[in-house]
Nanobody, 121 residues
């Protein structure tokens, strides 16, 4: 059964950085669109970044601060979080969709359990 596993979350002070990793099992990142989603306390899950063949996407609130990347040799996807703000606190999920394009949240087929990111002083 294909699935993904996130790691790299933790606690960081405002202005700090973290790197999240997404490890897919049973699928190759080069053939899927991989998205990162965030669920803040009391809020709905939202898409924040995605990488597919030749394209990347960022929601406005993370543009210029977060960077998504893919390593086809290691079969990994990463999300570099820089200049973190308290509003970035939440559970971060990685998900994959069998598509060459980034897709709406409801289309993603394979989800991880999430990794907690807490930004506070």
């Amino acid at each position: 059964q294909a699935h993904v596993v996130e790691s790299g979350g933790g606690w960081v002070q405002p202005g700090g950085s973290l790197r999240l990793s997404c490890a897919p099992f049973g699928l190759l990142v080069n053939y899927y669109a991989i998205g990162w989603f965030r669920q803040a306390p009391g809020k709905e899950r939202e898409g924040i970044s995605c990488i597919s063949r030749g394209t990347t996407y960022y929601t406005d609130s993370v543009k210029g601060r977060f960077t998504i990347s893919r390593d086809n040799i290691k079969n990994m996807v990463y999300l570099q979080l820089d200049r973190l703000q308290t509003e970035d606190t939440g559970v971060y999920f990685c998900a994959a969709v069998d598509s060459y394009q980034c897709s709406p949240l409801s289309d993603y087929q394979y989800w991880g359990q999430g990794t907690q990111v807490t930004v506070s002083s």
